[in-house]
C-alpha cells in the first residue's frame, strides 16, 4: 500500500539478498479461490446423512458438577447419542505436552468440576442442529456452586480458591521450582540506590477475542478404511492430529485430517477443541458429524488473546540514561494452561524491550482464574510488554521533561549489545526508527540524536558485558500461597548468591523426552548435544564458566523445546528437590494397527521415515 | 415438519426444490442445492459473508427466508464469471491483493457488484458506504475499496 515505505538502506549492508518482490503487487497463490468462492474450507465440504454435534455447556464460573441427567434428552427426536466425559478415552490434555511442555490440566468434556462460563460438560449428537440445541436444553446437570476467582492478583492469595486442581497454588509451576518465570541481569536494587530518580508504572490489558468471519469448527466422518477423515479450519493441523489421537487413544495413522484453508484465525484456531470431538462424534455414531461454534460460542468460549498487567519500576539518571528495570508480570492464563506459560517464556525474552539496561530484573506469573482459557493470538507474550514498556518510557520522558524520542535513542540497544537474556543484540534498527517517526511527525531532535547510528557506539565496554548478577530464592512453588507473599518480586526477596560476571547461564538442558522415540541419538541428523556422548553437563554453581571472549561467541544455539529458549539465569542452577511429578500418559495397551515393533512409540504407526 | 416448495432462478438457471418451514435461504443455497459459494459467519445478519442478490438487491442469505424467493432471481459468486472469464471485480481483487483469508470475499463481491450495477462511477465514499455491512476481520478495506473503484473504471488517484 502507498501509506507504507520500505527503508531497505538501513540493512543494505546486512542483508544482500533482494528477492525484488517486497514493495510491489502481487498476485496470491491461493487468490483464484476466494474471488470464485471456491476455496475449500472445512465447512464446504458435504456429507450425506451429516449429524451436528451442540455442547452443554457450564452457566456458572466455578461449579462442582453433583449429576448428569441426560435421560430425557436421549429420548428426544433426532437425537443420536450423547457424549459424556467417562466416553472420552483420555480425557485429560494440556495442549503443549505434544512438545513435553507442562502437566494434562484440561478435560474435553468436564465431569467433575467446572471452572470457566461455557465450559463444556456433556455433548449431544443429533440429526439437526435445531435437535441437538432442543435436547442441550433437557440436559439436566446439577450443580454445587463454589466461590470464584476472576482477578489474577487475587487468585495468587491464599484463600483463593483453587482453579485447576492440577496447579493447586493457582499459578504455572516453572521449572519444577519456582512459581514465576525469573530473570535475573546485574543488581537491580544496587543500581535504584545509585539512581538518581525512580519512575514506576502499572499497565494493563484486557482480553482480546481473535473474532475470525468463519468461527471455529470441524467436520469428521469414517472413511471406508477405517480411518476418520476430518475436514478442519485448524491453524495447526499437526497440534489437532496429535491432540485427537492421545485424547482418542487412536493412533494417528487412523485419522485424515484435511486443513489449510482458514477464515481467518490470528490465533484463535491453535487449540484443537473441535476436531477431537467431532471425531469421537464420528466414531460413535457411525456418521459424519459437525461440531462448530455459533458466534455467541465464538465470543465466550473462544480462547482470546489472555489479560496481562504488569508493573515496571525504572532507575533513571538525570541525563536519561535508564540504569535499571524491574519487572512484574501477571498473565491471566483463565481456567487452564493452553498456551499461556510459553507465552510468559517469550515474554521474559523480550525483556526489556529494545532498550540496553545494564540491570534488569522480572518476575511473570502465569494465573489461574475462573475465565476462559487464554491461547495465541498474534504476538502474545509480546504485545503487552511492549505496550507496557512504551507507555513507561513516555512515563519516564515526561517525569525527566525530556523529549520522549530523544529519551528513547539515548537508551536504544545497538548492533554488538548484550540483551538481558544474554544474547547479543544484532540487526538493530530502534534509533533509524526514531529519526524517521520524529521527521515524519515534525519533532525535531538535537544533532547529537539525529546524526546518531545503530550500528555506532554499541557492543563496547560495559554494553556488551554479562554484570555480575545477585540472585535470590524468593517464589519456591507454594511458598506464595503459604505464606501470602506479596507478588511484587523484590519485597521479602532472600539473598541467595550471586553469579560471576560473564557466566552466560547453566547449559541448555532439554526436558527428558516422554517417549523415547522423541531422543535425538548421536549420529541422527539435527543432534545438537555434547560430542563426548556424556550427556547435558549438570550445571555448576560453585564453578561459574569463565568470562566469554565477545569475539569468540558460538553461534546461538537453538532447541526446540520453548522451555529452553527461555533465558535461563544461573540461579536456579542448583538442583531442586523436584515436585512429584505425574506419570506422563500413555495408552494402556499398543494401539491396534500399525507398527509392532517391540519398544516403538505408542503414537506412532505405519512406516516412518527415519 | 411440512415441506415446502420453491421456485427460483439461481445464477440464470431455474431450480426447484422443496424446504423445511423457517429453512434460511443460506442453508438451502449451501445444503439443499450445492452453491457452496455463499459462506456462514455469523447467523445473525452482522458480518455480511453470506450477502448474496435478491432481484438484484444485495441481501443477507443468513436472515432470508428461503420460502421469500419463490418466483424470484437469485445471483451468488458462482455465477458471478462469465465460463472461465471473471467479472472485472474478481479480476480486480486479484491483480489488487484484495483477500487475505478469502472469506468475506463471497459477500464483498456481491455488495460490490449491486453497487456497480446501479452505479458505474461510484465516489469512494459511496463504496465504503455499499460495503458497509461487510467485514473484513483481515482488515483489508483500503485494498478491498481500491479494487472496486478500478473495476468500476475511475481511477483511484488516492492521496498518499
Redesign the interface.
Given at each position: 500500500?502507498?501509506?507504507i515505505e520500505f527503508r531497505k538502506d538501513l540493512f543494505a549492508d546486512e542483508r544482500d539478498d533482494d528477492l525484488k518482490e517486497i514493495g510491489k503487487?502481487?498476485?496470491?497463490q491461493?487468490?483464484?479461490?476466494?474471488?470464485?468462492?471456491?476455496?475449500p474450507?472445512y465447512?464446504?465440504h458435504?456429507f450425506d446423512g451429516l449429524l451436528h454435534l451442540k455442547c452443554l455447556r457450564s452457566p456458572h464460573h466455578h461449579a462442582k458438577i453433583r449429576s448428569i441427567d441426560t435421560g430425557e434428552a436421549e429420548r428426544m427426536p433426532g437425537v443420536k447419542r450423547i457424549i459424556k466425559p467417562q466416553d472420552v478415552p483420555h480425557n485429560l490434555n494440556t495442549l503443549l505436552s505434544l512438545i513435553n511442555f507442562g502437566r494434562d490440566d484440561e478435560a474435553m468434556l468436564q465431569g467433575n468440576k467446572v471452572s470457566y462460563i461455557g465450559e463444556p460438560v456433556v455433548a449431544v449428537v443429533a440429526e439437526t442442529e435445531l435437535q441437538a440445541r432442543k435436547a442441550v436444553k433437557a440436559v439436566r446437570v446439577e450443580y454445587e456452586v463454589l466461590p470464584h476467582v476472576l482477578d489474577p492478583e487475587e487468585a495468587m492469595k491464599p484463600e483463593a480458591p483453587v482453579v485447576n486442581e492440577v496447579y493447586p497454588n493457582n499459578t504455572f509451576d516453572y521449572h519444577e521450582l519456582y512459581d514465576h518465570q525469573k530473570l535475573r541481569f546485574g543488581d537491580t536494587e544496587r543500581a535504584f540506590q545509585a539512581a538518581d530518580n525512580i519512575v514506576e508504572g502499572r499497565y494493563q490489558l484486557s482480553p482480546i477475542e481473535?473474532?475470525?468471519?468463519?468461527?471455529c469448527g470441524a467436520i469428521a466422518a469414517p472413511e471406508t478404511n477405517d480411518r476418520y477423515v476430518c475436514y478442519t479450519g485448524t491453524q495447526a493441523l499437526f497440534f489437532s492430529l496429535g491432540t485427537t489421537a492421545k485424547l482418542l487413544d487412536m493412533a494417528s495413522s487412523r485419522l485424515h485430517f484435511v486443513g489449510g484453508?482458514?477464515?481467518?484465525?490470528?490465533g484463535g484456531k491453535v487449540d484443537s477443541l473441535h476436531e477431537p470431538l467431532a471425531v469421537l462424534g464420528a466414531h460413535l455414531t457411525g456418521q459424519p458429524v459437525k461440531y462448530v461454534f455459533?458466534?455467541q460460542e465464538e465470543m465466550q468460549v473462544g480462547a482470546p488473546r489472555g489479560a496481562e498487567r504488569w508493573y515496571i519500576k525504572d532507575g533513571v539518571m538525570n541525563d536519561g540514561q535508564i540504569v535499571a528495570r524491574q519487572f512484574t508480570g501477571v498473565f491471566d492464563a483463565g481456567a487452564y494452561s493452553r498456551l499461556s506459560p510459553y507465552a510468559i517464556i517469550k515474554a521474559t525474552g523480550h525483556l526489556p524491550g529494545p532498550y540496553t539496561i545494564p540491570n534488569v530484573s522480572s518476575n511473570v506469573y502465569c494465573v489461574y482464574t475462573n475465565r476462559t482459557p487464554a491461547t495465541a493470538m498474534r504476538g502474545f507474550g509480546i504485545t503487552a510488554v511492549d505496550f507496557s514498556i512504551e507507555a513507561h518510557m513516555d512515563k519516564v520522558a515526561t517525569h525527566l521533561g525530556m523529549n520522549p524520542i530523544e529519551l528513547r535513542i539515548r537508551n536504544s540497544y545497538r548492533d554488538g549489545d548484550m540483551k538481558a537474556h544474554r544474547r547479543l543484540a544484532k540487526n538493530t534498527a530502534l534509533i533509524e526508527c526514531c529519526q524517521v517517526a520524529a521527521q515524519k511527525a515534525g519533532v525535531r531532535l538535537s544533532p547529537e540524536f539525529a546524526n546518531d547510528s545503530s550500528l555506532k557506539g554499541g557492543g563496547i565496554g560495559s554494553r556488551i558485558e554479562i554484570p555480575e548478577t545477585v540472585t535470590d530464592d524468593v517464589g519456591k512453588i507454594g511458598d506464595r500461597r503459604r505464606s501470602n507473599t506479596p507478588i511484587h518480586p523484590f519485597e521479602g526477596a532472600g539473598h541467595k548468591g550471586k553469579v560471576a560476571a560473564g557466566t552466560r547461564g547453566e547449559q541448555v538442558i532439554a526436558a527428558p523426552a516422554q517417549d523415547h522415540e522423541m531422543v535425538i541419538e548421536p549420529g541422527r541428523d539435527g543432534y545438537r548435544g555434547p560430542s563426548n556422548g556424556s550427556g547435558p553437563l549438570p550445571p555448576d554453581e560453585t564453578q561459574p564458566s569463565a568470562p566469554m571472549e565477545p569475539q569468540s561467541q558460538p553461534p546461538v544455539v537453538q532447541t526446540p523445546l520453548p522451555a529452553t529458549q527461555s533465558p535461563q539465569p544461573p540461579q536456579i542452577a542448583q538442583t531442586p528437590t523436584p515436585a512429584p511429578q505425574p506419570e506422563p500418559y500413555k495408552p494402556d495397551k499398543l494401539f491396534d494397527r500399525g507398527l509392532k515393533r517391540p519398544g516403538a512409540s505408542r503414537f506412532i504407526s505405519g512406516s516412518r521415515r527415519r | 415438519m411440512s415441506k415446502t416448495p420453491v421456485q427460483f432462478s439461481l445464477n440464470g438457471s431455474s431450480k426447484a426444490i422443496f424446504v423445511d418451514g423457517g429453512a434460511n435461504l443460506l442453508e438451502v443455497l449451501r445444503r439443499g442445492l450445492g452453491d457452496l459459494t455463499p459462506k456462514y459467519g455469523c447467523g445473525q445478519g452482522t458480518c455480511g459473508t453470506c450477502t448474496v442478490l435478491i432481484d438484484g438487491e444485495p441481501r443477507l442469505s443468513c436472515l432470508t427466508l428461503a420460502e421469500t424467493v419463490e418466483g424470484k432471481s437469485v445471483n451468488t459468486v458462482g455465477g458471478l464469471a462469465d465460463g472461465a472469464d471473471l467479472h472485472p471485480l474478481q479480476n480486480e481483487f486479484m491483480e489488487g491483493f484484495a483477500a487475505q483469508c478469502g472469506y468475506c470475499t463471497p459477500g464483498m463481491l456481491m455488495s460490490a457488484k449491486a453497487l456497480l450495477d446501479k452505479n458505474s462511477n461510484p465516489s469512494r465514499e459511496e463504496v465504503m458506504e455499499a460495503i458497509s455491512g461487510n467485514i473484513c476481520r483481515c482488515t483489508g478495506y483500503e485494498s478491498i475499496i481500491d479494487a472496486i473503484l478500478r473495476a468500476a473504471g475511475q481511477r483511484t488517484g488516492r492521496a498518499v
Open positions: 500500500m502507498s501509506s503487487p502481487t498476485i496470491r491461493d487468490i483464484l479461490g476466494h474471488v470464485t468462492g471456491r476455496s474450507y465447512d464446504d458435504l481473535q473474532a475470525p468471519t468463519e468461527t484453508t482458514v477464515g481467518g484465525g490470528f455459533d458466534r | -
